[in-house]
């Protein structure tokens, strides 16, 4: 199975109001699709270390202190295909700068475009950027690649301890 990771950094608006920054994807899986930044693992590499690489990677934010929000696990056709660390984190330094994989964009918490994202994240996202936890199985069918099967069904588990 291939470990994946998302990072999703949070900041306050100035008011009371919460943005997340996410990516448009620009190649890869999900291409065309925003989400946070994030990506497979290399060989040796733990999942928070993978998360921070990949955001510094696609986005050119260094983020430090890393929450651990979510385990979910994308079968595809029955099979297990890829397990994602998901991450979220108020710490971090620098600006969003855009790169050969991402286009970085800070999004009202209130206003993520889900209609332009995984259809699995509508399910999970929204309780992850307010602070929960969460472990979920989501399960496609169609073949490769995962982006472009159906999302069939799902399970979710909240106020997981990781
Ligand atoms: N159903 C799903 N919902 C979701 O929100 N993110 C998913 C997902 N299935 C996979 N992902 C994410 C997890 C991970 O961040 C990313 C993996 O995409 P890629 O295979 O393109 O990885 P990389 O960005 O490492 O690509 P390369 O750098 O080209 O190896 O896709």
């Known amino acids: 199975m291939i470990e994946a990771t998302l990072c999703f950094p949070l ?7 919460d ?6 994807k620009r190649r890869g899986l999900g291409e065309g699709w925003y989400n946070g930044p994030g ?3 290399e060989a040796g590499e733990t999942p928070r270390e ?4 990949e955001t510094r990677e696609e986005v050119g934010l260094e983020v430090t202190t890393l929450e651990k929000a979510g385990e979910l696990t994308f079968l595809l056709d029955g099979e297990g295909h890829t397990r994602c660390h998901v991450y979220r984190t108020r710490s971090f330094a620098g600006e969003p700068t855009a790169s050969e994989e991402a286009y970085p964009e800070w999004v009202p918490v209130d206003d993520v475009p889900y209609d332009r994202m995984w259809d699995d994240d509508h399910l999970w996202l929204p309780g992850v950027l307010e602070g ?3 472990a979920g199985e989501f399960r496609f069918e169609g073949g490769e690649p995962l982006d472009e099967a159906d999302f ?3 399970d979710l588990e909240w106020d997981v301890s990781f």
Do not use: F, W, Y
């Open 11 to 17: 900041r306050n608006d100035g008011g009371d109001a």
């Open 39 to 41: 990506g497979k693992l």
């Open 152 to 154: 069939v069904d799902h």
């Open 50 to 53: 993978c998360a921070v690489r």
């Open 132 to 134: 929960e936890t969460v």
């Open 19 to 24: 943005e997340v920054l996410l990516i448009e």
